[in-house]
Structure formats: structure tokens, C-alpha cells
């Protein structure tokens, strides 16, 4: 299911309409397990008494990859939470479901011979541990609460710590709309592109300021509230797959990108040379080929006017310029990377499904000079 939510997000570009709407469903609408069976795996999580304070809806409202979300009532207080319960044993499949994934992408000769992705795989497993430990995910929440403060572009909901431990995860219930949902697709273009602003710049801070990343940006983790004075507001949902990167890193991941988009290849190259993307022993064939298809990727933010995000045919020529790869002799990339490529990559569908039409480069611009 979670490698589905990776493909939904690219979808929309490559595969057949057909097969994208099934994907889509695994963002929020996936075969859900009956509340019988949920229920006593509850009463196993959380305290009885505790449980008995709360009025649940068998009903999920959102069925993810590694748990089920129920609408609750706190009978004494009438506050309506989102309760998170872990589905039973989902932690004894991430070695069996990994080792199956490996085997589909080497039958499917998807992976170029010689990629040697075991530490990739390896880091996805510590990402899919990490995201059962709802307790970890509440801290994260708060972290990420903290670090938006008091910008009322953006709402991420409270916790509510009785109720959730390692296993279950209460928060505050926020209504909202899916970005795709034909009230938001109906905003004016105005409203939307402010929108897709709000949602760049919360991007642009993760990676330029924070260090601290969202890393699972399927359209199912976010919501958007319309507002009748015009200042819609981005609910943020699901921290489990938030992850803090290494500063030297990040220095390195950032001057790729900033000699990317100013085409200034001297700090793009010694950014993808201590990644290791470049090493003295590449033929000049192979650094002309990386370096152009770094600099088309980041397309969107070169240009100094406005860039529309929905007809772009971006993705279909990065995909053409990829291929190319296959002529070089390739080494595996580093782990970190396949985190921050599922972040740009669902940036790049948020953006691509609010119609957008404006200008990155201004919004980008402020953070590259700091660089």
C-alpha cells in the first residue's frame, strides 16, 4: 500500500487513468478492517477506562497504510477527535512485504544491473518502524506545531495525549476539504495559486531552514479549509514519516540546488560531488548528462515568470532524460535521498492538482541567498 501512494503521486504523468483512480483510493480510502476486530485490538492498546470515555464511530474515516482512523467524541467535553489505531501485526510484515518489493523491482528490471539498493531498502524499513511508533509521531507533531508557530496559513492538529500511546494516536478532529474536491477546484485561480504559495514556502522551510521534513506528501495527508474572507488555510496531517536530516547533508543536498536553479555549475558540482553523485573517475559524458538533468528538474523555479504546474510536460521529459542513465556505469544514491525525491515529487502533484500558475522563483529566491 505505501508503495502504491508513492506511484499514485506520480500517476497522474505516466500511467492510464484507470490504473491511477485505484491508486488514488490507497491515499485515503483502502479496504478497511471491521470494527470488531479493531475494537479488540483497542481494548488491547488503551485502558478500558479510558476507552469508555470516548464515544467511537465504527465507521473509519481514513484507512492508512499501517492504521485506521475513527471519528471519537470525548463524552464529557462533546471534542471530537481523530483516533488512530495500529492495525493488528502490521509490524510482522515490513520484512516479508519489503523482501517482495525487492523481488517485484528486480523481476521488473525497473533497477538498472549493478544498483546495489540494500541500504535503501534498509532505511525504508527504519522509516516504516519509525511510523508505528505513534508515540514518536506525537512528538513530532508537537515539534512540527512549534516550528509553524503562529502562521495562520497553516493548521496542524492538537494532540490529545490520554488517549494515545505507541499503538494509538489521538488528535484533533479538523474539518476539511481534499485538495482534488470539486469546491476547492473551484476556487478562483487567485485563490489557488495562494494556495500552492503557502504550500511552496512550507516546502522551501522544511529544506532550506528546518532540516526537518514531512516525507509522505500523498494528497490524503492534507486538507484545505475554504474560508469566507478568502484565507484558506492548509491542514497538515500525519507526522509518522517526519524526519530530521543531517546538516552536512542537507549544505551539500542545498548548493545542488541552488546551482541548479542559477545554473551556476561550480557550487553545483561540489555539492553533487560530496553526495557522491560525481567522483573523479566519471567519463565528462556522464557529468554533461547529471548535470543537464539536474537543471531541467528544477525547471519550475529557474524562470522569472509565472509557471503552470497542471500542463507542464515536465515529468514525461524527466523521465526521457532518466533513461539516459542506463548507458553509465551507476552507484547506488545516497539513502536520504529517496525521502526528499517522494517530498519533491509530491510537491510537485499538490501543486500540479491546485492548478497552479506563479511565480517559484520569487519565492525560492530568498532562501538560495543564504546559501
Known amino acids: 500500500m505505501k508503495a502504491g501512494q508513492m506511484l499514485s503521486m506520480y500517476g497522474e504523468h505516466f500511467l492510464p487513468a484507470e490504473a491511477n483512480r485505484v491508486l488514488k483510493t490507497l491515499q485515503s480510502e483502502s479496504q478497511s478492517i471491521e470494527w470488531s476486530i479493531m ?42 477527535i481523530a483516533l488512530k489505531i495500529q492495525y493488528p501485526d502490521v509490524d510482522k510484515a515490513i520484512d516479508s512485504d519489503i523482501a517482495a518489493l525487492k523481488k517485484i523491482l528486480s523481476l521488473s528490471k525497473i533497477i538498472p544491473a549493478g544498483i ?16 508505528l511508533d505513534y508515540t514518536l509521531e506525537a512528538q513530532q507533531t508537537l515539534s512540527y506545531q512549534e516550528l509553524i508557530g503562529h502562521d495562520q496559513r497553516y493548521v496542524v492538529p492538537r494532540l490529545f495525549h490520554k488517549y494515545s500511546n505507541a499503538k494509538v494516536l489521538a488528535t484533533e ?6 485538495p482534488d474536491h470539486s469546491l476547492i477546484q473551484g476556487l478562483s485561480e487567485e485563490r489557488r495559486n495562494q494556495l500552492a504559495k503557502n504550500f511552496l ?5 522544511e529544506i532550506f531552514d528546518w532540516n526537518f521534513v514531512q ?14 474572507l478568502g484565507k484558506d488555510r492548509l491542514v497538515l496531517l500525519d507526522f509518522g514519516a517526519t524526519k530530521e536530516f543531517e546538516n552536512s547533508f ?11 536553479i542559477t545554473e551556476d555549475l561550480k557550487i553545483f558540482m561540489e555539492g553533487a560531488s560530496k553526495l557522491g553523485f560525481v567522483i573523479d573517475s566519471d567519463s565528462e559524458e556522464y557529468i554533461k548528462v547529471f548535470q543537464k538533468f539536474c537543471y ?36 547506488t544514491p545516497p539513502r536520504d535521498l529517496l525521502f526528499l525525491d517522494r517530498k519533491t515529487a509530491g510537491v510537485f502533484t499538490f501543486l ?6 506563479i511565480n517559484a522563483r520569487n519565492i525560492v529566491d530568498p532562501y538560495l541567498k543564504n546559501i
Open 39 to 80: 475494537r479488540q485490538h483497542l481494548e488491547s492498546y488503551l485502558d478500558a477506562n479510558l476507552i469508555d470515555e470516548l464515544e467511537i464511530n465504527p465507521e473509519p474515516i481514513g484507512c492508512a497504510s499501517l492504521g485506521q482512523v475513527h471519528l471519537a467524541t470525548i463524552k464529557s467535553t462533546q471534542e471530537k
Open 116 to 131: 546495489d539498493l540494500t541500504t535503501v531498502f534498509e532505511e525504508i524499513k527504519i522509516m516504516l518502524r519509525q511510523e
Open 173 to 178: 478532529y479538523i474539518e476539511g476539504l481534499k
Open 201 to 205: 514556502e512550507l516546502y522551501f522551510r
Open 215 to 228: 516525507t509522505d506528501p500523498h494528497l490524503g495527508n492534507y486538507k484545505i479549509q475554504i474560508d469566507s
Open 250 to 260: 542537507m549544505t551539500n543536498y542545498r548548493k545542488m540546488i541552488k546551482g541548479a
Open 296 to 331: 531541467e528538474t528544477v525547471e519550475p523555479f529557474k524562470t522569472k515568470t509565472p509557471y503552470n504546474w497542471k500542463t507542464t510536460d515536465l515529468p514525461s521529459r524527466i523521465v526521457k532524460k532518466a533513461i539516459q542513465f542506463k548507458n553509465f556505469n551507476l552507484r
Open 352 to 357: 500540479s492538482v491546485l492548478g497552479a500558475n
